[in-house]
C-alpha cells in the first residue's frame, strides 16, 4: 500500500522533489500525493504538471488542505523559519514528517520541534541529500579505503556566489546568517560521514 504524502512547499526546492523525487517512488507504488501546499499560488502548478495532481488538491490554506486530505506523513520543503508552524499543523493531525534540513532556523526552534514530535510519539527524518551526489560518494569511498592512512583532520572550502539577490535562492538572501543557519549544515554533515567518526570540534570562518 502507497504512503499518502502531503506535499508543504512546490516553488524552489519543493519543484525538485516533485520533477525528480516523487515520479520515482509514485511509478513503483510506495507513495501517493495526495495534496500540495503552497502559500505561492503560481507554483501550485508544479505538482499538477509533474505529479497529474488536479487542481483542486492544490492548496494556499494548509489547514484547509491537513483537514481535507487524509495521510500518513508530511514533506515540508519551506523555508527554515516556517519550519515549525507546519510541524505543528502536522502532529495536529496525527502525521509523521519528512523535513528539509535544517531542523529550524535557530536552536530554540530545533529544539522545541524535536521536543515537540517526541512527545507526540511520531516519527521526524531530516533530509541530507547531498550525502549521496556522486562526488561525496566516491571521496567518501577514498577517505574510508585507509589509502590514505588515519586521518587527523579534514579542511573543506565552500564558495558561493551570491552578489545576485535570489542567485542562492531567494530566502538565503532574506536571513541573517544563511552559511551558518542553512548552507553549512551539509559540510558538517559530509565531515562526518566521511570521517567514520564523532566530530569533536569544529573551527569555522565566515
Known sequence: MAYKIIMVGTGGHGASWGKRFFPLNVEDGRVEVVA???????????PQKFLGL???RCYTDAEKAFDENPADFCIICVPPAFHEDYVDL???HNLHILL?????????????????????????????????D?????????LQSNQWGQLDYIVCLFTCDRRQFASWGKFRHEIPDPLMVEGSVHHLDLLVDMAGAQCETIYAQT
Not at 500540495?36 to 508544479?46: F, G, I, M, Y
Not at 521536543?115 to 511520531?122: D, R, T
Request: proline content about 5%.
Open 36 to 46: 500540495a501546499v503552497d502559500t505561492n499560488p503560481t507554483v501550485l502548478s508544479n
Open 54 to 56: 488536479p487542481s483542486k
Open 90 to 92: 502536522a502532529l495536529a
Open 100 to 132: 528539509e534540513k535544517p531542523i529550524a532556523d535557530t536552536l530554540e526552534a530545533s529544539v522545541r520541534i524535536a521536543n515537540k514530535v517526541k512527545q507526540a510519539g511520531k516519527k521526524m527524518g531530516v533530509t541530507m541529500s547531498h550525502r549521496f
Open 134 to 142: 556522486q562526488d561525496k560518494t566516491t571521496l567518501r569511498e577514498q
